[in-house]
């Protein structure tokens, strides 16, 4: 038997369509469209609460609908949300191949693959916390400083509404303008940084901004808890001996991808949740810490990186810090025909949302 309402949510009215006792919803965005969601009764702090929950493809098709993240909802803000994805289509500050700039678009696509739970770790997101998509920074393609002025104001508006970002990349140059805005509300930072490369270079062909000088940008406005930070999976050729003497000076964990070859990082990561303790944390993943058998498509790999099952172990062993924001950066799809790489990126996103602080496990 089927029948239709009207569900209020987040101050718009839905059409419903009740089907065997499950809401169906069709909700307007704010690109003109409909996207399909599923909403969820549940009950939070002693009050009747609605969150946002992805269609089933057991019952509606993965190709169908709007190319959101997740399928989730589409909005215009972050007002009401616990958490937000959103997309920063910009690669121009790469030194190598260009392409991140439609990363964001080709994760969503591939994010299709992803259900409502982790059946590994039990999370359960979308029973915990309002989450929607709500687009990309419109970023100017033609001035990499403008653009970092974009990101901030846009992240300024989002922490405002104390909603946490989860970013899709994009190249690692927005990772700066993201962390301004993030401690300019939380105050420093600690950063589990997962990368083949440091990212802490001074200047890239007398530029200071670039997706190589984020992490030294950072530091020089007091951004990073510099005690705090762990950089994991660095490798590769260097421009000096010794390629990370910035980071060890700064106080950085450095943990070269040789250390992790043939083993699990949850042992690591155990030892890194005492690290953090219990200040402000933001994850930062560039999908070239992967090794490029699994992941291809990006524009700088690297040999003899970390494997996707390491992945998985650094994020989840990121259960239990107070995560403040996430992103996952340099996924260029054009050099991996397969869409496996972005449908990692989609993956690893999915597994960020999954341990945020207001998370329910089942």
Partial sequence: ?????????????????VVGGSRVGFLTSNIGGSVPGRYQRTFCSGSRTTFNEPPSAEWFARPAGVCSMLKLPVRESA????????????????????????????????SVMLRAY??????????SMMIADIGDVNVNLYDLKDSCRRIRDAYQKIMSENCIPLTLGGDHTITYPILQAVAEKHGPVGLVHVDAHSDTGDVGLGEKITHGTPFRRCVEEGLLDCKRVLQIGLRGSSYSPDAYQFSKETGFRVVPAEDCWFKSLAPLMSD??????DGPVYISFDIDGLDPAFAPGTGTPEIAGLTTSQGLEIIRGCQGMNIVGCDLVEVAPMYDISGNTALTAANLLFEMLCVLPKVKFL
Wanted: hydrophobic share 40%; net charge positive.
């Fill in 79 to 110: 007002r009401g949300l616990n958490a937000a994805f959103v997309g920063i289509p910009l690669d121009i500050g790469t030194s190598n191949r260009p392409g991140a700039r439609f990363g964001p678009r080709h994760i969503r696509a591939e």
């Fill in 1 to 17: 038997m089927a029948g239709f309402g009207l569900l209020k949510l987040c101050g718009k009215q839905s059409l419903i369509m």
């Fill in 272 to 277: 890194v949740r005492k690290q953090m303790g």
């Fill in 118 to 127: 982790n059946s590994s770790t039990r999370a359960a997101p979308y029973k």
